[in-house]
């Protein structure tokens, strides 16, 4: 696997080619532009493309899926219009895969479970709530996840989303009693130092729309003692 630092740009680049390009996200940085006016990370993306391409004018990039602002990992992008419209489709029929790791403090009633869930999104705190059965406005969630690790304090799994829906992991992970560390929002009882979650965009694998080749890329671990001590 290819890694490329941009130090300018604040960039970890995981890889590169003509129609994607595959970045690490940090804790903090927003994918796309909001409400909030901070710079998103695409607008980097751009910065970094036009420096090392030397283009003139605007820079294509198209946005293929989002992290939540407290959440690391991987993000992909499409460098060019031909790549968008196929990975928006491989996304749309789930046939990119991801895999994420999550730090929780209680262990979770079994140590392998799917965990099906009816999501509730609440626009005016923007939370999640799940249900057990299915409610007006709801939308079914599952995801499977399993423990990999113990750590002195914390557990270390493993999710694998079978659907992509708002705040999934953190809410599925909560309403099992089993919230990520430093998520506040959805009951844990102290924040992260640097505002993140404990929570990781692991594994991307996908199908290269242009090439058509199996990609498979890996984000390190952000640099932090407990993540450290997960040493896989």
């Given at each position: 696997?290819t ?5 300018k740009?604040?960039?970890?680049i995981l890889?590169e080619?003509?129609?994607?390009i595959?970045?690490?996200?940090r804790?903090g ?9 901070d710079?998103?990370l695409?607008?980097?993306?751009k ?12 820079v294509y990039?198209?946005v293929?899926?989002?992290l939540d ?12 219009s031909?790549?968008?419209?196929r990975?928006?489709k ?14 929780v403090?209680?262990?979770?009633p079994?140590?392998?479970?799917r965990?099906?869930?009816w ?7 923007n939370k ?10 709801s939308k ?23 659907t992509?829906?708002?705040?999934q ?8 009693g089993?919230?990520i560390k ?14 993140s ?15 058509k080749e ?7 671990l ?11």
């Amino acid at each position: 696997m290819t890694k490329i630092f941009s130090n300018k740009n604040n960039l970890q680049i995981l890889h590169e080619d003509n129609h994607v390009i595959i970045v690490n996200k940090r804790a903090g940085d927003i994918v796309q532009g909001d409400k909030t006016g901070d710079k998103p990370l695409s607008d980097v993306v751009k910065s970094y493309i036009a420096e090392k391409y030397n283009k003139q004018g605007n820079v294509y990039l198209g946005v293929v899926h989002r992290l939540d602002r407290p959440t690391t990992g991987v993000v992909l992008f499409a460098k060019t219009s031909k790549a968008l419209p196929r990975l928006n489709k491989l996304f749309a029929e789930k046939t990119a895969h991801k895999t994420y790791w999550a730090l929780v403090k209680n262990a979770p009633p079994i140590p392998e479970d799917r965990l099906v869930h009816w999501l509730k999104k609440n626009p005016k705190n923007n939370k999640s709530t799940a249900y057990k059965k299915e409610i007006e406005g709801s939308k079914k969630a599952i995801l499977s996840y399993k423990v990999i690790k113990k750590l002195d304090n914390f557990y270390l799994l493993e999710v694998d989303l079978e659907t992509g829906r708002h705040h999934q992991i953190r809410t599925q992970l909560a309403a099992i009693g089993c919230p990520i560390k430093g998520d506040l929002k959805y009951g844990f009882d102290r924040s992260n130092k640097d505002a993140s979650i404990s929570l990781h965009a692991r594994i991307l694998s996908f199908i290269h729309p242009v090439k058509k080749e199996a990609l498979t890329v890996k984000a390190p671990l952000p640099k932090d003692p407990l993540w450290d001590a997960c040493g896989i």
